[in-house]
């Protein structure tokens, strides 16, 4: 079970940089679109509470088992990232995420319609005006796609949903399929149903890091310049620097290069030697 408890007035729990672009307004559409839906894509979530004011948490929460340990909506204790990582240290522990079966009938439709008949190499992009370091490198993807249709794979972009509707023209003659940067169960269908699945950080990257059933890349794990995504955060967030997390499969991998053209196609041609079609 989980529980929405209303964000509080203490200044330690929010992000300046983040705030002066992400309005009040673009924070509940994200709430309502993209957390709310992600609960549903775990089948160990039973079932989500909103509760209507914070102080609701302290008459909620007693004679309950709760984590983090001691939240009482007055005691603030964030859940540290850590603390799952470490716990998690060997592949198929959890059942993690997973996509509903309407939305793998949808994506099995879409490949039929459009006539898709290779195997589906997605790339995620992050295109955002936060933290602008920890964008795709969206000519390097471009080369990648254009390079994919001289194999025997199919690329398809998912596009940041901020800037969904702004045409790349980099991307010209590559699928993009921009109703899953819309709706999260579609995004988990494609993903799964997918031969492999390019990401880098950014948050639309746990669909696949977290679902035992997807093949992923995370490319660009230490990006340069970034303000959030830094060498202190990951450690103290327990990431494995330099590797792979203990609980991802074979066919999960973060590599901690950047994404360049000649990066991306090393991984790719790597992932094939271990994994054929």
């Not at 194999?151 to 045409?167: L, R, S």
């Not at 999960?252 to 950047?258: S, T």
Request: one cysteine or more.
């Amino acid at each position: 079970m989980l529980v929405f408890i209303p964000i509080s007035n203490n200044p330690n729990l929010g992000y300046d940089e983040y705030d002066k672009i992400y309005d009040s307004t673009s924070k509940y559409w994200r709430f309502q679109n993209i957390v709310i839906p992600l609960t549903f894509l775990s089948e160990k979530c039973k079932g989500t509470y909103l509760l209507p004011e914070r102080s609701d948490a302290i008459e909620f929460v007693k004679g309950r088992e709760i984590y983090p340990d001691l939240y009482d909506g007055v005691n603030i204790r964030p859940a540290p990232p850590s603390a799952f990582i470490h716990k998690f240290d060997r592949p198929n522990m959890f059942d993690g995420l997973r996509a509903p079966k309407q939305g793998l009938r949808y994506i099995q439709t879409w490949l039929k319609e459009n006539r898709i008949t290779k195997p589906i190499v997605t790339i995620t992009i992050r295109d955002s005006q936060f933290d602008k370091a920890r964008n795709s490198n969206i000519e390097a993807w471009s080369q990648f796609a254009n390079y994919l249709l001289s194999t025997d794979f199919h690329p398809v972009v998912i596009p940041d949903t901020d800037t969904a509707f702004i045409k790349k023209p980099q991307f010209n003659g590559i699928t993009v399929f921009k109703e899953c940067a819309w709706n999260i169960g579609l995004r988990a269908s494609l993903c799964e149903s997918a031969f492999l699945n390019f990401t880098c950080p950014s948050g639309a990257g746990a669909v696949s890091v977290f679902n035992p059933r997807c093949s992923y890349i995370f490319m660009n794990v230490l990006p340069e310049g970034s303000i959030n995504t830094t060498e202190e955060v990951l450690r103290k967030d327990g990431w494995p620097f330099g590797s792979s997390f203990k609980f991802a499969t074979p066919k999960q991998k973060l590599v901690w290069k950047a994404d360049t053209f000649e990066n991306i196609v090393h991984e790719f041609e790597l992932f094939l030697s271990d994994h054929a079609v």
